[in-house]
């Protein structure tokens, strides 16, 4: 796990891109993570099918707050098809951390969140 802590990453952590929260949001939700007690607000902004903004907040660990920053980097300018197929092994590929099946759930917790978000988006 030492890999956990490049200083990159540390960085993302004390200082994240896309935490805060969106005036207007097309669609906000909250999301738990029951293996560590990790609470998420995740509110996007879509416009003509397309993912313009992001944003997250809450009380998160080191995983769950590095892989929030990377997911909602790679969804800003996507369609909600495109966000739609980034998978569990798609976002463990761009955080490229060594993680237990426990701290996956916190890498993912965003993840299952922006998916829950986007089906309640198109509904």
């Known amino acids: 796990m030492d890999d956990l802590y490049r200083s990159e990453l540390m ?18 939700l909250e999301k738990q993570n ?3 007690g990790d ?4 509110s996007l902004k879509i416009k003509n099918n397309i993912i313009e903004d992001a944003k997250f907040d809450g009380e998160m660990c080191f995983v769950s707050i590095i892989g929030a920053d990377f997911l909602i980097e790679e969804i800003i300018g996507k369609t909600i098809e495109e966000a739609k197929k980034i998978d569990q092994k ?6 490229d951390l060594n993680l237990t099946t426990s701290r996956i759930a916190c890498a993912t917790l965003t993840l299952k969140a ?3 978000a986007l089906n309640k988006y198109e509904k």
């Open 39 to 42: 609470h998420l607000h995740l």
């Open 114 to 116: 922006l998916q829950e």
């Open 11 to 28: 960085e993302v952590y004390k200082d994240p891109t896309h935490r805060g929260h969106l005036s207007n949001p097309s669609i906000a």
């Open 90 to 95: 798609k976002l463990l590929e761009l955080i």
């Open 34 to 36: 029951a293996f560590c």
